[in-house]
């Protein structure tokens, strides 16, 4: 008599698996079958030192996690990536928040910077500045970026530009309607002047007309909220369409170097180092005796 079959010969009726599927017990579903049904939702935090990229991953784990170091100085306290799963995962979602080191740090180049976020992106690939070995490489795409910003400092200037100037170089206009552009430390504003910054960054986003047009969200971020994360990463998860970001498709083709992420990171190198250069043919030279 079979597994499927009782005293009486009938056999008994196939088992049903959560979306109401037959389970076959003859042929039950392999490893990397069960394994498809988890979808890896990994979403990155990005923004200048300060703007409070921390504050945010903290927000949106488990109450009683103390794995997310926040600073309490404007500097930064955040040097390596690091992947954190949210109390959002649910099910067959699993929403992970990448929390990553700001552009234009005085202590570490655009460039070395990029590259560790160029290695997160991959997972545990191995990248640097000529490129990402594949090999290596076991990662999901990246489903979102969360771009943060001060409320509080509405100015557009050379660093804050060429920052944001690398972040649109790895997302690629595809994948713009996958990035939130959010505004944070609204619960340090006066409520006498919240209106005056709200005004401010409402003509702030001007500066970000061509990602707004390509499908990003604007949101704001009160950290003394109830459940302040989670209309923000609703977004993710609502939106059908998943590409992949710009980067993510010429690591495939292209180092890390070539790519147009890299060339905004470097550029910036290159221009100190002929700034300097310059300087340094103004000085003038004492003549020999």
């Not at 404007?74 to 080191?101: A, M, Q, W």
Request: hydrophobic fraction near 25%.
């Amino acid at each position: 008599m079979s597994k499927q079959e009782d005293s009486t010969g009938q056999k008994d009726p196939p088992r049903d698996t959560e979306e109401g599927h037959p389970v076959d017990d003859a042929h039950p579903p392999s490893q990397e079958q069960s394994h498809s049904t988890t979808k890896k939702i990994r979403i990155l935090i990005m923004g200048p030192i300060g703007s409070g990229k921390s504050s945010f991953v903290k927000a949106a784990r488990e109450p009683g996690h103390d794995d997310v170091e926040i600073s309490s100085k404007v500097d930064s306290c955040t040097h390596e990536c690091t992947e954190y799963e949210t109390k959002y995962s649910s099910g067959r979602n699993k929403i992970f928040l990448i929390d990553t080191p700001g552009f234009e740090d005085p202590q570490t180049p655009n460039a070395n910077t990029l590259e560790k976020i160029a290695k997160q992106i991959n997972e545990g690939a191995q990248c640097d500045s000529s490129g990402c070995d594949k090999a290596s490489s076991i990662s999901e795409p990246i489903s979102g970026l969360i771009y943060l910003h001060r409320c509080t400092d509405t100015r557009f200037d050379g660093d804050l530009k060429v920052n944001f100037e690398i972040i649109k170089a790895m997302c690629g206009p595809e994948f713009y309607s996958r990035v939130v552009i959010c505004s944070t430390f609204w619960n340090h504003t006066l409520k006498d002047r919240l209106q005056q910054h709200k005004t401010r960054m409402e003509r702030f986003l001007e500066h970000f007309e061509e990602v707004m047009k390509g499908g990003a969200e604007y949101r704001e971020f009160w950290k003394d909220e109830e459940d302040p994360c989670s209309d923000i990463l609703n977004h993710f998860l609502s939106q059908r369409n998943h590409p992949k970001m710009a980067i993510e498709h010429e690591f495939q083709k292209r180092k890390l170097n070539e790519t147009k992420a890299g060339h905004v990171a470097g550029d910036r190198v290159r221009q100190a180092e002929s700034w300097w250069s310059s300087i340094l043919r103004m000085i003038p030279r004492p003549h020999p005796i």
